[in-house]
């Protein structure tokens, strides 16, 4: 059985080569691009290689490379943006890590005190359960 199996997908895999036939393109008198498996037979045609991917056109515009000093101006830019976010990143794994903390403490344990306006209380199984539902729901939002 694994013999067929591993025969049947060796085939497959080479019929596709084999199916391959030839791409002709050409141009009528009206200027609209043809593309057939038959040249036409009034019209000289090229042929399409289908087995290599067209090359990819140069971009107008070349990247700054190693070579290029940049605008320092932009540079110090850059600079103050990728602190920002790193900075924003930071926040948002503390965050994580404090919400998620503090599910595992609502999910663990059914008796829960907080401390509200200086006094400490017990809160209730409904706000428990809301407090939890909250939770999961900005960790799944925010946290990734």
């Not at 030839?22 to 009528?28: A, E, G, L, S």
């Not at 515009?61 to 290029?68: K, Q």
């Not at 407090?131 to 900005?138: G, H, N």
């Amino acid at each position: 059985m694994r013999h067929m199996i591993l025969t049947g997908t060796l085939m497959l895999a080479l019929s596709t080569t084999a199916m391959a036939s030839q791409i002709y393109k050409w141009v009528d008198d009206k200027g609209v691009t043809h593309f057939g498996a038959q040249p036409p037979q009034d019209q000289q045609a090229t042929t399409i290689n289908t087995a290599t991917p067209p090359p990819r056109p140069a971009t107008s515009t070349p990247a700054p490379g190693a070579g290029e000093q940049a605008d320092p101006e932009q540079a110090a830019i850059d600079k103050k943006v990728k602190e920002d976010v790193a900075k924003q990143e930071a926040e948002r794994k503390q965050y994580c890590e404090t919400a998620r903390t503090n599910l595992a403490q609502l999910e663990n344990n059914p008796r829960v005190r907080i401390e509200d306006g200086g006094e400490v209380r017990r809160i209730g199984e409904d706000e428990r359960q809301e407090r939890i539902t909250e939770l999961k729901k900005s960790i799944a939002e925010n946290c990734k």
